[in-house]
Structure formats: structure tokens, C-alpha cells
């Protein structure tokens, strides 16, 4: 028998209307454990390098992680994968919710898309009886409506909906999969309108069994008082306090990334902004198995009733130079439409600040209004529906300025690996966020940071307490975070081992499925995360079986991490694209930022020019990765061996 | 003891809608302590209690399954609540016909809420023990009882809804048929 994992694939070919379930391995599982990880793999085995994002050729994979469905509080998360057309690399987006629990029930772990539709489809998963149905009446409807609109038409209430808005329809590049009240962003919506796949609704009435019940109920009893009372964990804009409204307005830059208004915050705007919440906030929900009501319910008129989730609270208003009544009002339009929370505001902007420096003119935008916001308005329409210029703007900020040309480049200043990033503008470069931004295949800070703290503590005392009740850390952290003192940069030892440590519990999340707010992301608020490398591993092995131990749950995440890295170089992925954007930092140092990426990749055993090295690849068991690499002469026979 | 009356605990699960976050952790808990053996599957199906949720309507209504009935109601009732509609079916804590809650989902079998009968007795109900915000909240009051009432038992539910699908000859004859196999 297998435990908290079903054990079968869902395998459909949309080209064909195949439609095939399938016994996964189990060996993948101890390999890889699932999510994210078993994706990649998948993703390695069948979809090479020459496979462009928009080929049919191309798989569009939903994974429940590992984790999902058994007790484990807030394990919910459901991972897609793709090859996306933002860059033609390997991308995921991690959603959460109801979807994967559902699809785990039905039971499945995986939905594995291949092939493209020849018109608009949904497709219909009620455990064992499995449709392709017409969506051509779906066609333009809303992602929130859609929901509404598919549980009707299966007189299913209880069905749990990820559906594309106009954007994914069209293609647009960072367009996302919407699920209520959680969306996967990052570039994977538009794989799946180039699929022509509507929607994917689920639902599933069948057991998911636990290897060590008794004992692993036990410990999720404790858990979900304990998740409850910890303040310090849950989404980051709504529970924990530093980390507020205030904090993102004065430290985040407005318009295109531009500009820091250190003193925005003050009682006048505080009044204002809570008085705009209390007109439109219904009530806060969770996800499924979760006692953090994350969540806000909007009702904003004229609008769907819709979630608020963390991400967009603020960024569109502070990319228009808005209030926060135009923030609810926009995210109310955009979640229909589907759209990512980081990058739209950014596009958006991006246009505004073309037309004022002349590069757009008035023939590229008639009838272009003289409000930023409701030039937001505007824009978001031509983009939705790819109409004049705005079906340039839909390839992302990165394409945009190349199609557009006339200088529209020298606006593209906020890109990694042309994807627009959290709009930063910091004064004194800092080591471990250079390596982050620079290095991370998920190239967006919020899916790599988040185990060490982003500030040293002044008070020697307190950062003694601080260490003395850091359970979550492994022993060389307290020593770097004893010795930090403010304004100082760490080591390049530390920095290095602080870079590792971070994205490792992202790899560990996005395999199993547990949220991030309750793990990796939210180590960095204070000593207590409820979930961290040393509780994990148990946890895993009471639900699944699966043998486990820091060191071994550690390994598997260096090795879905080596495999993701293997599939962006084989996509041509090279020390050349590693770097931040230019103005991220004002004060930069070049030589030592070299320094630290020489070290970086010495440590995570890859080549000078980011290449896992064949003994790195052959020690994690990835040799059919170094053997395709020295066949495509990406690496040669006795690179990285001892000299 | 006929016609006397009795102390008799009343256990009461109370239910406060605002509170609900829409979690499910209780269909989650419900369903993993009445697995057999205890904990060792997980399945909200199988759960009784059951949040009949609208997110688009804003609607989160945790229901403990009660009786079975072999009939659908004949007309439905709407429910103005603080200036929101409800339809009469999420209060209903009725294993009916015309849907698919408090049913086993393989053998369709009514499911009821046992206040998590078991031996020692539970200091609360599974889903109050998870519910951290409060949703469900548990009391027990003493009460003064005529006579000592008779408790449907789970197989007695069972055989009621399966008499109503099949009829009673049928069962009957099924049941013979099943004995008279076993026994070899
Ligand atoms: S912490 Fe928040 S976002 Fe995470 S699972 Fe719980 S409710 Fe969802
Ligand atoms: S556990 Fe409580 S808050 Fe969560 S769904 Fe059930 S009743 Fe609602």
C-alpha cells in the first residue's frame, strides 16, 4: 500500500483527448519526494531542451506535494510545472487552498498535460470518471466567475476549480492559474491557454492512508494550537507586525521600481488606509487544514467577491502612485482576468513611464486618459486582449522594450532572467541577497529567502535568547548570527551557507507541499517556525513510510535543487544571466560580488560558470543528468574530478 | 426505571458561523479518528461534519450530520441572514436523497455524528478539539429525562436507509442468503 501519496498519475493528451491513469514509481518518492521534485524529474525525462514553451510537446504538470491531504496542518500546497515562455525555463508556482487535497482524494498526485486542444476545453476529474468537456462557452469569463459557472454546470458544489482569466486565454506571459483564494504565478498561466485548457475542476471521495496514524495525529493535534497561537507565522502582511503596511510602503519603490518614499507612513494614512479595508473586508478564510485565516474576503462594488492574498495588497497601488481603494478595486479585475500580483503592476508602470518619456506616443495609445490609475485601466485592457501595443507589453517588461525598441531597453532596469522582480531599491548591497537573486532557479526572492533573519539584533543579550530558542537552525547559523552585528556583512563562509539554508527549506516545502508561511518563509521572523529540518523529516516518515532523518531530508532537497539547476543549463542557463538588477543596490562592490558567486558555486559543487560538476551530479545519483551533459558537451568527461 | 425520570448528560456541539475560517481541519479530524483502525485514513467524505462552503457567496456553514431521511424535503426554504441568502439545505443536517453529504461515498450508507463515541470518552468532540478559532465550542448540562430513550445504533441507521432503497423483502432475503454463506 502506499501512504499519503495515492500512488497513480493522471496522464492527458489534449491533442488526442487521451486520457490515461498511471502507477507512479515509488522509488521516485524516496528519490525525490514528490511536488515539485518528482516534477522536475518528469520534466528532465520527457521534455528536452529543443521543446519550446509553446509546443504541444511541452507538459503542464499539477502536483499535490507529498504531504497533502494527510493531517499535517497546512500542508495544501499544489505545485505546477512547466517550461514557461517568460525565458524558456524551467519555472514552478506553488498554490494553495483546496485544489490539491481534492486531486489527492480523486486519486491522483499528479495531473500531467500534454498536447493542445483544438478549442477551448476544461477538464473534468471526479474520482475514476475523467472528461475533456467543451469550454467554448467559458471563453472570456472570468477566473472567479468561472469557478461559479463549472460548479453549476456539474451541479457539483464541492468541486475544486484552477482556471486561466482572459490573460491565460491570451497568452499573456504572466498570466496565472487562479484558485480563489491562492494563485501559481510566475509564467505558467499561459502554457496553459496555449493548451487551450480552460479550467481543471476536481473533486475526490477516497481515502488517503497514513503510515504511523495514531502517532502522526497525535503531533498535528499539538499542531494546529500551536501554528494558532504562534504570531510569527502565517501571512506575512497580515500577521506579522514589522512586516505591515508601513513597512512595505516605506521600503518598497513606487512606480516602475523607481522611487523609496521613506516617510509615506504616517496617522493621517493609517487612518485612511484602515478605513478603506473596513468598507471592503468581509471576513479572513484559510486554506485547507490551516488555522491561519490568511486570507481577506473583498466584496469592493461592482466587482466578484474575491480573496486577497498577501502579494497584491499593495503593489498595484504603489506602482500607479494610488490609494488603497484603487489597489481593491484593480485586484477585483485582475484576479478575474488572472493575473501575477508582482509582475502586472510592474508592466503597467513600465507603459505609464514610456508614454511620459515619449517612447509611446499618443498613435500607440489612443484616447490615453491623464490618470495614472485610470491609465492602469487602460493599459490592463490592451494587455488582456493583446490589442496594439499592449499585445507587446503581454510578452513581460524583458520582451516589451525589445519589440518596442526607440529606447524603451534603458526602462527595463527591474528583470532577472527577464522576469520583473519585487520592486527593491536598496542602499548597501548585501551578500546573501546578491547570491539569492542572482542564483535562484525560482527567480523571485520571495520563493528562495527565509530561514535566517534579514536583520542582525543589536543587543547582544537578546540575541543570545534569540539563538537559545532557535530550535529551527542548525548549529553553524547560531554561531553567524552570534557574531553578526548590525551593518556588518557576513562571512563569505556564512553567506554562502545562509544562501543554501534558505532555498534548501524552499525545496523541502515545494516537495511535500507545506506552506511557506507556516516554513520557509517565515523562519526569518523569529526562532520558532512551526515547521523547520529538524520536525520535518519525522513528520514525513510518520505519513508516508519513507525513512528520514535531517541529513537524508537535506540531501533530497540539494538534489531536486542540482536537478532544476541541470534542466535551466541545459536550457543554456550561464553564470552570465546571474545577476541582480543593476540599480538594486545603490552602493555595489563588483570585485567582491564575484568573489561570492566564485564561492558560492565552489560550494554547491557546480563549475565556475554555474554547471553542477559530474561528481556533484553523480554523488546526488543524478549521473543521467552528467552523462546527457557530457553527450551535449555541456560538461567533459572528467570535469570537476580531482586534479 | 419505567417512567421514571433521570439525569441525563446532553452533550452539545455549538456552532458560532462567523467564526468559521473554512478550514475543514474538523472534516479532516471527524474523518481520520472514525477510520478503522482510528487515524489510518484520511477522507472528508467520510466526515460528519461537513462545511457546506460558498466562498463566492460568502458562505461557511459547518453542519454535524443528524438523522436520515429517505425522502427530499418538497419544497426549499431561503434564509435571509444579515442581508444574505442561505438556501435552507446549509443548516440541513439531514443524509437525504437529493445530495451527496453524510453518505459513505462507496456504499451511499448515512453517516451520523456520534459526538465521538469512544471508550475512555474523549474530553471533546474531534472536530471542537481542532477547531482553534472557536467555531465549535462544546457543553455538556445535565438534564432531567422521563424515560430512557432508545439510541438508534449505527447498523440500525444503515439497515433503515438500506430497507428504504431496496425494500424490506429484499433485505430480508439478502440477509439470509449472507448468513447462510457465512456459516458455511
Ligand atoms: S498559513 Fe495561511 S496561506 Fe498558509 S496554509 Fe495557512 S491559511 Fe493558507
Ligand atoms: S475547524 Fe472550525 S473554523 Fe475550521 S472549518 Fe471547521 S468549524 Fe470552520
Redesign the interface.
Known amino acids: 500500500m502506499r501512504y499519503a501519496e495515492t500512488g497513480f498519475h493522471l496522464e492527458i493528451d489534449l491533442s488526442r483527448g487521451n486520457i490515461e491513469r498511471v502507477a507512479s514509481d515509488p522509488r521516485s518518492t524516496e528519490i525525490y519526494l514528490g511536488g515539485q521534485g518528482t516534477a522536475a524529474k518528469i520534466l528532465w525525462d520527457r521534455v528536452p531542451p529543443e521543446v519550446e514553451p509553446f509546443s504541444p510537446d511541452n507538459l503542464l504538470i499539477f502536483s499535490a506535494g507529498l504531504l497533502v491531504g494527510t493531517p499535517v496542518v497546512g500542508a495544501n500546497r499544489t505545485v505546477v510545472t512547466t517550461i514557461s515562455p517568460r525565458n524558456d525555463l524551467y519555472k514552478d508556482s506553488v498554490f494553495g487552498g483546496f485544489f490539491g487535497p481534492e486531486l489527492k482524494h480523486a486519486g491522483y498526485d499528479k495531473i500531467i498535460i500534454r498536447g493542445k486542444a483544438p478549442d477551448l476545453v476544461y477538464l473534468w476529474i471526479n474520482n475514476d470518471k475523467i472528461e475533456i468537456r467543451d469550454a467554448t462557452h467559458l471563453r472570456g469569463k472570468g477566473a472567479i466567475e468561472t469557478v461559479a459557472l463549472i460548479r453549476e454546470e456539474l451541479k457539483e458544489p464541492k468541486a475544486q476549480v484552477a482556471t486561466i482569466g482572459l490573460a491565460g486565454e491570451n497568452r499573456v506571459y504572466f498570466a496565472t492559474i487562479e484558485h480563489l483564494n491562492a494563485s501559481a504565478s510566475r509564467g505558467v498561466g499561459p502554457v496553459m491557454g496555449d493548451k487551450r485548457l480552460k479550467a481543471i475542476a476536481v473533486r475526490g471521495t477516497k481515502d488517503l492512508n497514513i503510515a504511523h496514524p495514531a502517532e502522526l495525529f497525535e503531533i498535528c493535534s499539538r499542531m494546529y494550537q500551536e501554528i494558532y497561537d504562534n504570531p510569527r507565522c502565517g501571512d506575512a502582511l497580515k500577521y506579522i507586525d514589522e512586516y505591515s503596511l508601513e513597512w512595505h510602503l516605506n521600503n518598497f519603490a513606487w512606480g516602475n521600481a523607481r522611487e523609496r518614499r521613506k516617510d509615506f507612513w504616517n496617522d493621517e494614512i493609517a487612518k485612511k488606509y484602515e478605513e478603506s479595508e473596513k468598507r471592503v473586508r468581509v471576513r479572513g478564510t484559510a486554506c485547507y487544514n490551516c488555522p491561519k485565516d490568511c486570507h481577506h474576503v473583498i466584496a469592493y462594488p461592482g466587482r466578484s467577491l474575491y480573496f486577497q492574498k498577501c502579494y497584491s495588497e499593495l503593489t498595484y497601488m504603489m506602482a500607479a502612485y494610488e490609494d488603497r481603494d484603487f489597489n481593491y478595486n484593480i485586484v477585483g479585475l485582475t484576479q478575474e482576468y488572472g493575473l501575477d500580483g508582482y509582475s502586472a503592476p510592474q508592466v503597467l508602470a513600465f507603459g505609464v513611464e514610456l508614454y511620459n518619456a515619449g517612447i509611446l506616443t499618443d498613435q500607440d495609445l489612443p484616447g490615453f486618459p491623464s490618470g495614472n490609475g485610470e491609465r492602469f485601466f487602460y493599459l490592463l485592457e490592451k494587455i488582456v486582449h493583446r490589442e496594439g501595443i499592449g499585445d507587446a507589453l503581454a510578452n513581460g517588461v524583458y520582451y516589451a522594450a525589445r519589440q518596442i525598441g526607440k529606447g524603451a531597453e534603458e526602462f527595463d532596469h527591474n528583470t532577472i532572467k527577464k522576469i520583473e522582480q519585487v520592486p527593491l531599491k536598496l542602499g548597501m548591497i548585501n551578500y546573501p541577497y546578491f547570491l539569492m537573486h542572482a542564483t535562484g532557479e525560482k527567480m523571485n526572492i520571495t520563493q528562495i529567502e527565509g530561514s535566517y533573519p534579514q536583520a542582525a539584533i543589536p543587543d547582544r543579550k537578546e540575541r543570545e535568547e534569540y539563538v537559545r530558542q532557535w530550535d529551527a537552525a542548525p548549529e553553524r547559523f547560531k554561531k553567524y548570527f552570534l557574531e553578526w552585528e548590525p551593518r556588518e556583512h557576513p562571512s563569505i563562509e556564512a553567506a554562502v551557507n545562509i544562501v543554501d539554508w534558505n532555498e534548501t527549506m524552499h525545496y523541502v516545502d515545494d516537495a511535500v507541499g507545506i506552506c511557506a508561511f507556516l516554513s520557509s518563509f517565515t523562519g526569518q521572523w523569529g526562532p520558532k517556525p512551526p515547521y523547520h529540518i529538524y520536525n520535518l523529516p519525522k513528520l514525513i516518515s510518520l505519513a508516508s513510510g519513507l525513512d528520514l532523518d535531517p541529513d537524508k531530508l537535506w540531501e533530497i532537497a540539494k538534489r531536486n535543487r542540482n536537478l532544476i539547476r541541470a534542466i535551466n543549463v541545459s536550457r543554456g542557463l550561464r553564470r552570465v544571466d546571474e545577476k541582480p538588477p543593476a540599480d538594486h543596490w545603490k552602493k555595489r562592490n563588483p570585485e567582491m560580488e564575484q568573489k561570492m558567486l566564485d564561492a558560492y558555486y565552489e560550494f554547491k559543487g557546480w563549475n565556475q560558470d554555474g554547471i553542477p560538476t559530474k561528481k556533484t551530479l553523480d554523488g546526488l545519483g543524478l549521473d543521467y543528468v552528467s552523462k546527457e551533459f557530457i553527450k551535449r558537451g555541456i560538461l567533459k568527461e572528467n570535469d570537476g574530478a580531482p586534479s | 426505571m419505567n417512567g421514571d425520570s433521570k439525569k441525563k448528560i446532553v452533550k452539545e456541539i455549538k456552532i458560532d458561523i462567523?467564526k468559521c475560517?473554512?478550514?475543514?481541519?474538523c472534516e479532516?479530524?471527524c474523518s481520520?479518528f472514525h477510520?478503522n483502525?482510528?487515524?489510518?485514513?484520511?477522507?472528508?467524505?467520510?466526515s460528519r461534519i461537513r462545511v457546506v462552503?460558498?466562498?463566492?457567496?460568502?458562505e461557511?456553514v459547518p453542519i454535524l450530520a443528524g438523522d436520515y431521511t429517505p425522502a427530499e424535503c418538497p419544497g426549499r426554504h431561503t434564509f435571509l441572514i444579515n442581508g444574505k441568502q442561505y438556501s435552507e439545505c446549509s443548516f440541513c443536517r439531514a443524509s437525504c436523497p437529493s445530495r451527496?453529504l453524510f453518505k459513505e461515498?462507496d456504499s451511499g450508507l448515512p453517516l451520523k455524528c456520534d459526538m465521538c463515541e469512544s471508550d475512555p470518552p474523549l474530553p471533546e468532540p474531534m472536530c471542537v478539539?481542532?477547531c482553534?478559532?472557536d467555531a465549535l465550542t462544546y457543553v455538556e448540562r445535565e438534564e432531567e429525562v422521563k424515560e430512557e430513550e432508545v439510541s438508534e445504533d449505527e447498523v440500525e441507521i444503515g439497515l433503515d436507509a438500506l430497507i428504504d432503497k431496496y425494500g424490506l423483502q429484499k433485505i430480508e432475503e439478502t440477509f439470509a442468503r449472507m448468513s447462510l454463506a457465512k456459516k458455511g
Open positions: 462567523d475560517i473554512g478550514c475543514r481541519a479532516v479530524a481520520a477510520a483502525p482510528k487515524y489510518s485514513s484520511i477522507n472528508p467524505a467520510r462552503m460558498d466562498e463566492l457567496n460568502n461557511y451527496d461515498p478539539q481542532v482553534r478559532t
